[in-house]
């Protein structure tokens, strides 16, 4: 019964480095999307893909951001030549297939950016 | 754009009291609301949901209420107990085949007295 598991928890960059977050979506869940939390503030909605398929990417930036869920492995956002303002709680949601629309979240991961 | 704006940011109860957390949407066309509950360095855990063809939903001590035409719903917390201090968010999403991204309301940090 593992949930959505995301790693690593913490993670810390110099500007203009490479920053890869992973997530392993709940068993049975095939749906992930990914959430960006600043400081203080809710969570903003940056991307939903499915199996080898992006179905929105409307929240994402459009330059050095990109997301992928390959056929086999984890999700993967990825961050090129990162800046201070993409330090952030970076959380990652799975659904079931089934259609009722419920998202469960892992536990985060961290980015700092020095 | 799509929206949800969450009242109030802060709300501080005695242990016992109920609390009461507000939520408003602006895309007529949301018809799911689940309410998250996050605890410091944690991810958002789901704690309750409803969809737009139900007026009001309660599981134990939790209840949210759903008024369609004036698009609003609410959180209902009875007998508050310390352990449920954390931030709340409500969110809204048109799940329709599973394709729905969450919109979130910028949080409640609930705080229970002992």
């Given at each position: 019964n593992a949930g959505v598991m995301q790693n690593p928890r913490h993670l810390v960059r110099r500007r203009g480095q490479e920053a890869r977050l992973r997530c392993s979506p709940m068993k049975g869940h095939s749906h992930v999307y990914w959430y960006r939390q600043l400081p203080e503030e809710g969570l903003k909605f940056m991307v939903y893909l499915q199996k080898e398929n992006i179905?929105?990417?409307?929240?994402?930036?459009?330059?050095r951001f990109s997301a992928e869920f390959p056929k086999e492995g984890p999700s993967i956002l990825r961050i090129q030549q990162?800046?201070?303002?993409?330090?952030a709680a970076y959380f990652c949601a799975s659904s079931p297939p089934?259609?009722?629309?419920e998202q469960f979240f892992g536990p985060g991961t961290r980015l700092t950016v020095l | 754009g799509e929206n949800v704006e969450q009242h109030p940011s802060t709300l501080s109860v005695q242990e016992g009291d109920s609390a009461v957390i507000k939520c408003t949407y602006s895309?007529?066309?949301?018809n799911y609301f689940p309410w998250y509950k996050q605890e410091l360095g944690k991810g958002p855990q789901l704690i309750i949901d409803i969809r737009s063809n139900v007026g009001e939903k309660k599981d134990q001590r939790i209840a949210v209420t759903l008024n369609k035409t004036a698009k609003h719903f609410s959180l209902h917390i009875t007998e508050?107990?310390?352990?449920?201090s954390a931030v709340y968010f409500c969110a809204a999403s048109k799940s329709s085949g599973n394709t729905g991204k969450l919109i979130f309301g910028q949080g409640t940090t609930l705080q229970v007295k002992p």
């Open positions: 179905i929105d990417e409307s929240g994402m930036p459009k330059e990162v800046v201070r303002g993409d330090s089934t259609g009722s629309g | 895309d007529s066309a949301s508050t107990q310390p352990e449920d």
